[in-house]
Nanobody
Framework: EVQLVESGGGLVQAGGSLRLSCVAS????????LGWFRQAPGKEREGVSC????????YYADSVKGRFTISSDNAKDTVYLQLNSLKPEDTAVYYC?????????????????WGQGTPVTVSS
């Protein structure tokens, strides 16, 4: 059974930091691109960042470049998203996701698996 289990969300003040974790199981991570989407209230879901373990490719949305960092702990089958310099507009539910292959484009448009989401609230 494929599972993506997120944790680490919460309430933080503007300028603060959080680290989101996603533990993956039930599929070969080396063959997939893993990463994060977010969806703010009343807005469309947005691809935030992804990472391909097979070739090290990383993608970041323009809105988070320089503030968020994606990383992977292969031994733990876990992907992290470090959120720094948080802004109120980063408030959203953050979803871990995975897509087959190493293409960030496919990750953004043909996602195969989804987690349940973890909420992040940034207060001003």
């Amino acid at each position: 059974e494929v599972q993506l289990v997120e944790s680490g969300g919460g309430l933080v003040q503007a300028g603060g930091s959080l680290r989101l974790s996603c533990v993956a199981s039930g599929f070969p991570m080396d063959d997939y691109t893993l990463g994060w989407f977010r969806q703010a209230p009343g807005k469309e879901r947005e691809g935030v960042s992804c990472f391909s373990r097979s070739d090290g490719t990383r993608y970041y949305a323009d809105s988070v470049k320089g503030r968020f960092t994606i990383s992977s702990d292969n031994a733990k089958d876990t992907v992290y998203l470090q959120l720094n310099s948080l802004k109120p507009e980063d408030t959203a539910v953050y979803y871990c996701a995975a897509s087959f292959g190493s293409s960030w484009y496919r990750f953004l448009h043909e996602t195969d698996y989804w987690g349940q989401g973890t909420p992040v609230t940034v207060s001003s």
